[in-house]
Every structure is written in C-alpha cells, then in structure tokens.
C-alpha cells in the first residue's frame, strides 16, 4: 500500500503512520531500528530497494530523505515538503517514508526525522551517493550509531578514503570495506590450511576506480605484517573492482585471481586449481550485513587510521602475469 502526503509536515506525517497502524495495514512491532537514508531527488528507488531487501532480515522504518531539483526551478524554490508512505509488499518488512525537501525545508534533515524515529531504537544513517563532508558531525550523522558511505560512489574513492580517514569516528564504516569480507573470508581460510608458513610477499591488483583494493591491501599487511605492493590496472571481463591476490611463501605462491564478472580462480602450489563464486556485492548484501551490527567496526578503524598511512603508492597498470590472467 502507497499512501501519498503531499505538500505536508512532519507531525501530519506521524499521524498517518499511526491511523495505517490502527486499520491494520502495518504493524510497528518487532522493528529493530530506524534506517535513515539520505540521498538526491530521482535517485530514491534504488536504496529503498537494497532497504526492502535488507529489511527481510533486518525489520526496520525506513525513513528516505531526498533534496534537489525534480521540476521546475521555481516550484523546486519553494519551501514545500511531500511524502509517501509505503507498507506491506510495497516497503518489504519495514515500513518506508519517502520524503521529498525542497527549498529552504532541504536544510534541515534533522528536523524533518526526529519525529518519524521509532522510539528506543537504534539509528543508522546512510548515504549511497555523495557523502558529507564529515558523517559523523551531520545532521543526520549526529543522531546516528552507525554512518555508512560509499567511497566508490564519490567523484575520488582513493581521495575519499583518506579523508574519511581524517574525519574519522567511531561507528563510521564503508561499503567499500563491506565488499571485502567474501575476499576476505576465502584468504584466510587459504591461510588456515597448512602448509603454516610465514607469508613473505603480498600483491592485491584492482581497477583504478576501486578503493576496496586499498583496503584490502592495507588489511592483509597489517594481518601479516608484511609490506603489501598494490597495483592498479585495467578492469577486465567487464568487472571493476578487485581483480586478484597473490600470497607468497617458502612452500610457493597463492593466486586468488578473477577469471570473469563472477567467478575467480584459487591457484595453490602442489594443489589442482578451484573456481570459486566471487561476484561484486550487491548494494543489499552489503546493507544486510551491516546492519547486522550496531556497534564500532573496530577493525575498520584499524585500518582505515593506521592501514592505509602505511601503504606505499600503487603502481600502475602492469603486465599480467599469473595464469589465472590467462585464462
């Protein structure tokens, strides 16, 4: 069900979430949090969707919060706040509210969604596209326990990281971070295995435009204490982001190496090669897991504060080399 407000307010707001709550239509009960995404006008369906997702596991308000220019600039000049209000099989398992600011009602997000916030429950903010300048001092950062951006959806992702890591705060986090826990998980479960040798050697190769191959670099020489070499080079098999890993130790060298959009090859010495499912992660994967958390991901901080200072400057575009290229 879809109910629209427009030309509203807040409280006008509040009162039809409340009279849809009495007929019937949704139930507030058993919502964990309130997810608050900030984002252009126009560019709204995208987030809610990853949110209706995410809300299956994760049952949540939904508050949308848009500013901009949709229509004429005299109409968008005026002070004016619209709604809609989106529950059942339109919202998932939360309950949406989309609200739309224009003129000077733009300004004050804060005050637009305190009172839509779900009593005693945690908040979390996200920005899917340009970010503020400092999450956590924002508007809508200052009343959230978790910050998400995205680095990769800035206009300089590396520049982004190191100014993230400037204006840093507990409870910060990217999805550029979250895009690296599946590569993540299979390298250490790769160094789980025996032989148990020190890693020597570590390279992380990805596309100029991705900073989770920073992150990753920094992540692995951090863990093992080695300096990590990180290489940019030209996306291939039309994927962008990581394109591949290579370990170093006495007993030979692991490849963890993208050989599609999708799919990547483990190469281990004395072993026969594996394909392993390793697409780029889904705006709803990654919303899901972190919300799945409410407290600091230290290990992001870690890494983002004392990580990425440590790295040395990529290279760029180098030959491949390893056989899983030339596949």
């Known amino acids: 069900m879809i109910v629209d407000?427009?030309?509203?307010?807040?409280?006008?707001?509040?009162?039809?979430?409340?009279?849809?709550?009495?007929?019937?239509?949704?139930?507030?009960?058993?919502?964990?949090?309130?997810?608050?995404?900030?984002?252009k006008l126009g560019h709204e369906e995208e987030a809610i969707e990853a949110a209706n997702d995410a809300s299956r596991e994760h049952p949540m308000r939904v508050i949308v919060i848009s500013a901009g220019t949709d229509g004429p600039p005299a109409?968008?000049?005026?002070?004016?706040?619209?709604?809609?209000?989106?529950?059942?099989?339109?919202?998932?398992?939360?309950?949406?509210?989309?609200?739309k600011a224009y003129g000077d009602t733009a300004s004050d997000e804060e005050g637009l969604?305190?009172?839509?916030?779900?009593?005693?429950?945690?908040?979390?903010?996200w920005w899917p596209d340009e970010a503020p300048a400092i999450a956590s001092q924002s508007p809508l950062g200052r009343i959230a326990q978790?910050?998400?951006?995205?680095?990769?959806?800035q206009s300089d992702p590396r520049g982004f990281l190191d100014h993230?890591?400037?204006?840093?705060?507990?409870?910060?986090?990217?999805?550029?971070?979250?895009?690296?826990?599946?590569w993540r998980a299979q390298l250490a479960a790769v160094l789980d295995q025996p032989p148990y040798e020190a890693i020597t050697g570590i390279e992380v190769h990805g596309s100029p435009d991705s900073p989770s191959t920073?992150?990753?670099?920094?992540?692995?020489?951090?863990?093992?204490?080695?300096?990590?070499?990180?290489?940019?080079v030209s996306p291939a098999y039309g994927s962008t982001g990581i394109q591949g890993v290579r370990l170093t130790?006495?007993?030979?060298v692991i490849e963890l190496e993208r050989i599609s959009a999708?799919?990547?090859?483990?190469?281990?010495?004395?072993?026969?090669?594996?394909?392993?499912?390793?697409?780029?992660?889904?705006?709803?994967?990654?919303?899901?897991?972190?919300?799945?958390?409410?407290?600091?991901?230290?290990l992001f901080g870690e890494v983002i504060l004392h990580g990425l200072a440590d790295l040395d400057a990529p290279s760029r575009f180098p030959t491949p080399t390893t056989k899983a290229a030339d596949k």
């Open 5 to 39: 407000l427009p030309d509203t307010t807040t409280s006008k707001i509040s009162k039809a979430l409340v009279k849809i709550r009495e007929e019937g239509g949704a139930v507030a009960l058993g919502r964990v949090l309130t997810l608050v995404i900030s984002t």
């Open 75 to 99: 109409t968008d000049d005026e002070p004016r706040l619209d709604a809609q209000i989106r529950v059942g099989g339109d919202a998932g398992a939360s309950e949406v509210v989309v609200l």
């Open 113 to 125: 969604v305190t009172g839509l916030l779900l009593p005693d429950a945690p908040v979390v903010a």
């Open 146 to 153: 978790r910050r998400i951006t995205d680095a990769a959806a």
């Open 164 to 182: 993230l890591a400037e204006t840093y705060a507990p409870g910060d986090t990217d999805f550029a971070w979250t895009r690296l826990t599946l």
């Open 214 to 232: 920073f992150l990753l670099a920094a992540w692995l020489q951090m863990q093992l204490d080695v300096p990590a070499k990180h290489e940019l």
């Open 249 to 252: 130790r006495a007993a030979g």
């Open 262 to 298: 999708t799919i990547s090859t483990l190469l281990q010495p004395n072993q026969p090669d594996h394909d392993i499912w390793l697409p780029r992660r889904s705006l709803r994967d990654c919303l899901a897991e972190e919300l799945r958390r409410l407290d600091p991901d230290d």
